[in-house]
């Protein structure tokens, strides 16, 4: 089944409860179902600049009662937005960048994996200096990631990997111009590959990009709409959903329908959020979809869970 058309989906908050709060600065949040449980990762810090990151692993039985699973930290580096990848062989991964340097930060990507997410291994760096990877998923044997330069020339790469930690440049130039960043990616079930890519450059109107195995060769639509954060999750009834920030009007975190034949992003519904939000993590549990997503709409800087119901 493919990607189906809007069809008038509708979208409504249900609950949303205040799961991060602890440091100063609490953000860039992804969402994941392992083992039964519930795993919210994000960064935890003094700013959203600062060099202190470390990334904090909540977990929770049941979506509203949530405790500290783990913290990833490597000494002298600023780990930042952390994404997990489910793996075949029922292991959890990370991927996050690790910031060195003063003034000009320089960004390698680096991995930790947990049997049960609450063990985690040390982060090692994978792929290329420079190029961050932002987020993977797999899709039959092999796990896909898209990656950015973070330096001139800006572009964004695809990458596979058999295992999950040897990346291999799969397309070296898989969109430039614009300066491509963040991305969403899901693969559905005939195979297709979407990605929604963020653009920071030129118009800064996200893409959407298409193909078929074995993802060599991409098509691309202009979104016409500037977004942050994105994250793409596909429904067991085929409708695709992003999460992203829109900044059309007032600064939000919003869940959207992606209409991928006729590219097309129409927002549902905004969360509570404001000011410095975004980057969620979804998940379709329960006939409710679970939104992780940060914001500042209430003073500090803080993590959210968010239930939103759909209907249509």
Known sequence: MTSSPTRHTTAAVTAV?????????????????????????FREARTHLSDDGVIRVLTSTD??????AAVVRQEGVDLRDPR???????????LAAAATGEGTKTFRTVTALSAD???????????????????????????????????????????????GIDLEPWVPTLFEGGYPN??????????????????????ASAQLGRARPPYRDWTWTDLGVQVGGP??????????????RLLDGAV???????????????????????????????????????VSYYSSHEERTC??????????
């Open 63 to 68: 979506g509203r009662s949530w405790r500290s």
């Open 252 to 290: 939000r975190t919003a869940i959207c329908a992606v209409d991928a034949e006729r590219g097309e992003l129409t927002e549902l519904v905004a969360l509570p959020s404001g000011g410095d939000t975004s980057y969620p993590g979804l998940v379709w549990h329960d006939d409710l979809l679970w």
């Open 182 to 203: 963040e991305s969403g990616l899901v693969f559905e079930p005939d195979g297709t590959a979407v990605c929604l890519l963020r653009r920071d450059g030129d118009s």
């Open 84 to 94: 997990f990848v489910p793996r075949p062989d029922g292991r959890l991964q990370l």
């Open 117 to 163: 997410g609450q063990t985690w291994g040390d982060p090692v760096p994978v792929g290329e200096p420079g190029v961050w990877v932002w987020r993977a998923a797999w899709q039959d044997d092999a796990m896909y990631g898209v990656g950015y330069a973070t330096r001139d020339p800006r572009f964004a790469r695809l990458y596979r990997s058999e295992d």
């Open 17 to 41: 409860h205040r799961i991060g709060d602890s440091a100063p600065h609490s953000a860039f949040t992804d969402l994941v179902r392992h083992s039964g449980s519930w795993f919210c990762a």
């Open 231 to 244: 994250t793409l999750l596909q429904l067991p009834d085929g409708r695709l959903l992003a999460g992203v």
């Open 303 to 312: 993590v959210y869970l968010a239930e939103v119901s759909l209907s249509g």
